[in-house]
C-alpha cells in the first residue's frame, strides 16, 4: 500500500535487494514527508525483490521485514539503491548506489571514529559521574565538530539538513540549528528537514510574549478536532503533557486548583497530550480528575503542533489572552494562579 498523493509520483527509487534468509518475505518501505505518510511493500522470491519506489523528496526511509523485527534506516533518494546482507543482521545490511547514502555512510563514520568508548566504571560514585560528565562535555564537542564539519563540505546534502535536526533540534540548541540552518543550500532548506529546523528557529519569536499564539488543530478522544480560535474571547492556558512525565503528573494539582477558582470568570485550559497511547492518556486524565477538554498529538513532541511551539521537553505551557496573543509561558507551581489573581482579581 503507498499513501501518496499523485502530484508525488514524479521520481523513483529502483531498489533492488538480495537478503539471506528473506525467503518470500515482504520487505517494507516507511517514510514521512510534511506529517503524511508514505509506505510501499514488496514481496521476495528466494531472497531476491525489486521495486520501484516513489520518492517525494530525498529523505531518511525505513526498511522493515515480515520475518523479524529488524530495520534498516538508509537514506531513500531517486536512484538505483541496492541491498544486500543476512536477514539475521538485517539492521547491518550494506547499502549501495546514490550519493546520498554514500555520504550517509560516511558520515556514520565520522562519528564512530570520534565517538570515544565510554570510561570504564570504578565503584566509586563520586568519581564515575565526574568521568561520565566528563566525557558527555568531550563527545559533545566532538560530535559539534563532526556535524559543523560535515555541513561546510555538503551544503547541498539533505544528509546536512538531518545531521542539523538530529542534533540540534531532537536536542534543543536553537542558536546552532540556526547557524547551521543557514549555511543550507536554497534547495535544502526547502527540504522537509531543512523546514522542520526552520521552524524549530523560529517558535521562540513566534511564542514570544506578546506574538499571536500559532494555531493548531487537533482532536479528542473522540475524533473531534478543536483549533485555538475556538477559545478566543477567554484567557486560556495550553498546557502541553504526557502520562508518562512525571513533573506533569505533580503539575495537574495546581492546574486544577487554579481552572476551578478562575474557571467561571473566563479561564480555561486546552490540555495537548504528547502521549503515543490513547490508553495510557485516558488513564492518566481519569487518575488526576483533569476536569478541562484534552485533545492529543500521538507523534508526541515530534507532532506539528509542538514543532510550531518550540516544545521539546515536557511539562510546557502558554497562558493565552482572549485576542489570542501569549502573555507567559512556562508557569510553574503558583506562578499560574498569582497571575490568574492579577488579570480576575482574587
Keep these: 500500500m503507498m499513501i501518496c498523493s499523485s502530484v508525488y509520483a514524479q521520481q523513483f527509487a529502483h531498489t533492488i535487494g538480495n537478503i539471506e534468509d528473506l525467503g518470500s518475505g515482504y520487505v517494507i518501505f516507511s517514510y514521512e514527508i510534511n506529517n503524511i505518510l508514505y509506505k510501499d511493500s514488496v514481496q521476495a522470491r528466494s531472497d531476491i525483490f525489486t521495486k520501484k519506489v516513489a520518492v517525494v523528496e530525498s529523505t531518511l526511509c525505513t526498511l522493515s521485514n515480515s520475518v523479524n523485527q529488524q530495520i534498516k534506516i538508509f537514506i531513500l533518494e531517486p536512484t538505483l539503491i541496492k541491498f544486500r546482507g543476512q536477514i539475521t543482521k538485517f539492521y547491518d545490511l550494506e547499502v549501495i548506489g546514490g550519493k546520498e547514502s554514500e555520504l550517509y555512510a560516511q558520515y556514520r563514520q565520522a562519528l564512530r571514529l570520534n565517538i570515544g568508548k565510554r570510561p570504564l566504571l570504578t565503584g566509586d560514585e563520586v568519581i564515575d559521574k565526574k568521568r561520565r560528565t566528563s566525557f558527555g562535555a568531550a563527545m559533545k564537542i566532538l560530535k559539534d565538530s563532526v556535524v559543523t564539519d560535515f555541513v561546510n563540505r555538503n ?4 544528509l546536512s539538513a538531518i545531521a542539523i535536526y538530529d542534533t540540534y533540534v531532537t536536542y534543543p540548541d536553537r542558536n546552532k540549528a540556526d547557524i547551521l540552518y543557514k549555511l543550507l543550500s536554497p534547495a535544502i532548506q526547502r527540504n522537509d528537514y531543512g523546514r522542520r529546523i526552520k521552524t524549530f528557529v523560529d517558535a521562540l519569536g513566534n511564542t514570544s510574549h506578546g506574538a499571536i499564539a500559532p494555531e493548531f488543530s487537533l482532536a479528542d478522544q473522540n475524533g473531534k478536532f478543536y483549533s485555538l480560535t475556538n477559545f478566543r474571547g477567554k484567557y486560556v492556558l495550553i498546557d502541553f503533557w504526557a502520562s508518562w512525565c512525571g513533573p506533569c503528573r505533580l503539575e495537574n494539582p ?12 473566563g479561564f480555561t485550559i486546552v490540555g495537548l497530550s504528547m502521549d503515543s497511547s ?3 492518556w485516558l488513564k492518566a486524565v481519569e487518575q488526576d480528575k483533569l476536569l478541562w477538554l484534552q485533545l492529543t498529538d500521538p507523534k508526541t513532541t515530534n ?11 515536557l511539562p510546557a505551557n502558554f497562558l493565552v489572552d482572549p485576542s489570542g496573543k501569549i502573555i507567559a509561558r512556562n508557569l510553574r507551581g503558583d506562578a499560574l494562579g498569582k497571575q490568574l489573581s492579577a488579570i480576575f482579581g482574587k
Design 155 to 158: 551544503p547541498g546534502s539533505v
Design 254 to 265: 495546581n492546574l486544577i486548583k487554579a481552572y476551578q477558582k478562575f474557571n467561571d470568570k
Design 278 to 280: 490513547k490508553e495510557n
Design 303 to 313: 507532532g506539528k503542533t509542538a514543532e510550531i511551539y518550540g516544545v521539546k521537553s
